[in-house]
């Protein structure tokens, strides 16, 4: 097997050595068809923008894009708006761009077209992205970079704006929402507090305090009242007692309204005396005594015979100042007994509805309960939603006045110098090695029709037959002049051909023609 492999290799070998001026003279052709080949084809030029993404110069809020994306997700979606048909129609028709495909082809496709030139690529590090633009014209290469560099930056301040607008006002309709039940139920919970004010939970103590302080001012009441009533069943034992002694000692007869009889005028007149000894002539008693004994004296003179004198009920109910004092503390007894009654009689009717008040505590606790179960709730929507549109009008502020993130152009694009498409050698180098794989193929098919026999190895299977020996072949002199001829003539071809080609990509290259 390795002798085998051995005679196979060399037999390859001897074929390229013997092919090598064909080989050689293939891959020199295909030099210039590579040269060719470059220069037929369409340049592509690419201008190139680098970006930047500019945070906030004031602290961002909650509501600010750059919370709820990052730079990726910023990027792609301003991708969308500045590739879409609009904007690239527009961008065609403004420049006059693919002026032969507009007339054979759909809108559609040259925008299609037109995309597959235009790449979007954020930066692994940093807020840094590119955008790039391939075409044939370096000059509208250059327009339409710039172009997509601004259209970012007019898409950005715009969506960021309506977006901030957008959030504006639906934080407004909803905190207009959330007011509208806040004051639904802040007004219900109000009627219900005014109506059941005394009956809340959170009066109750307070109720349960007065409560006490009531039922002891009842019991102080109830017992004034009693003790007022024994006064007033003192004084009538002394008023009776009184009523007995005048009777007993002569002097006053007492009738059920405390009046009196005068039975004697030198008592009156003893009894003016006793009165003038303590007070003067202008006091009230003194002039009330002095008439009395003027009118009992106007009678003895009528009625000499008599030795009684009557008087009117006032005088009789005026005369007794011990039974007018007795009088005046019974009166004094039975007002504020009569006001402790009333006193008392409201004292209980304020009891009552204390306990009402207390016993209603536990129900209205209930009551209030259900009535403020989601008020809690929506007090805390409604905060985080007072908090959100706050956020919303500054966010919109700030983009209005253009303090939001923005991009802005690091590095605008320049006028491309040299194409990059198609890449000088690549392509030759590519029909370099195609030459050689083209001479390399025409020298195994060469061989292929060569029915020769050049190792006795390989004429033995054929002719099944021994070879005992074999005889190398031997040349005469002219046959060595002229396979020296050849040899020298095909180098002289070769280094011909090698220099034309130089000069022929030496003179394309000092014309401008290719770029490295």
């Known amino acids: 097997m390795d002798s085998t492999q051995s005679l196979l290799g060399r037999k390859y070998l001897d074929l390229f050595l013997r092919r090598k001026f064909f080989i050689i003279t293939v891959l020199l052709l295909s030099l210039p068809v590579g040269l060719g080949v470059y220069l037929i084809t369409p340049k592509q ?44 129609e527009a961008t065609i028709t403004n420049l006059g761009l693919y002026p032969e495909a507009r007339r054979e082809l759909p809108m559609e496709d040259v925008i299609e077209m037109m995309r597959k030139q235009i790449r979007i690529q954020p930066m692994k590090e940093g807020d840094i992205f590119t955008i790039s633009f391939s075409g044939s014209d370096p000059g509208d290469v250059v327009k339409v970079t710039n ?10 301040l715009k969506y960021r704006q309506e977006r901030a607008s957008e959030t504006s006002d639906y934080t407004s309709d909803e905190l ?7 004051d639904r139920k802040e007004n219900a919970m109000r009627d219900y507090k005014l109506k059941h004010y005394f009956e809340m939970p959170d009066q109750r103590e ?20 009693q003790e007022m009533e024994r006064t007033l069943v003192l004084i009538q034992d002394q008023l009776s007692s009184r009523k007995a002694f005048l009777e007993r000692a002569g002097m006053a007869n007492i009738d059920e309204n405390g009046g009196e009889s005068i039975q004697s005028l030198a008592a009156m007149k003893m ?41 009117s009920l006032q005088d009789i109910m005026a005369f007794d100042t011990v039974i007018q004092q007795l009088n005046a503390q019974r009166k004094t007894v039975e007002l504020n007994l009569g006001n402790m009654r009333v006193e008392k009689d409201q004292l209980r009717e304020k009891i009552g509805q204390y306990e009402q008040w207390v016993a209603s505590a536990p129900i209205r606790e209930a009551e209030w309960s259900s009535l403020t179960r989601e008020y809690g709730q929506l007090k805390r929507h409604y905060d985080y939603l007072v908090s959100n549109d706050l956020q919303a009008k500054s966010m919109l502020n700030l983009e209005r006045k253009q303090k939001g993130s923005q991009f802005k152009i690091e590095d605008p694009a320049r006028f ?19 030459g050689l794989g083209l001479g390399a193929g025409l020298t195994l098919v060469l061989d292929f029709f060569d029915t020769s026999f050049r190792d006795g190895d390989a004429l033995e299977p054929f002719l099944a037959v021994p070879v005992i020996s074999t005889i190398p072949y031997i040349s005469t002199s002219v046959e060595d002049k002229r396979d020296k001829r050849k040899v020298v003539l095909s180098i002289i071809l070769l280094g011909c051909g090698c220099f034309v080609i130089l000069v022929l990509f030496f003179v394309v290259w000092r014309k401008g023609l290719i770029v490295f």
């Open 45 to 88: 030029y690419q201008s190139t923008s680098l970006l930047s993404y500019q945070q906030h110069k004031i602290s961002p809020n909650e509501m600010s894009p750059d919370v709820a994306a990052g730079i990726s997700d910023i990027v792609s979606t301003l991708t969308q708006i500045v590739i879409s048909r609009t904007n690239l």
């Open 147 to 156: 172009g997509l560099a601004a259209k970012f930056i007019e898409e950005n």
């Open 176 to 182: 207009l929402m959330a007011k509208d039940g806040m």
């Open 206 to 225: 307070s109720n349960v305090v007065r409560l006490i302080a009531l039922q002891e001012q009842y019991q102080d009441t109830r017992t004034s009242i």
């Open 271 to 311: 009894k003016l005396e006793s009165l003038r000894g303590k007070y003067t002539e202008k006091h009230p008693e003194v002039k009330r005594m002095k008439k009395l004994v003027a009118k009992m004296e106007k009678e003895a003179a009528r009625n000499p015979g008599s030795n009684t004198t009557g008087s």
């Open 416 to 434: 491309p110098e040299k194409p990059i498409k198609p890449n000088f050698l690549v392509i030759v180098g590519g029909a370099a090695l195609i």
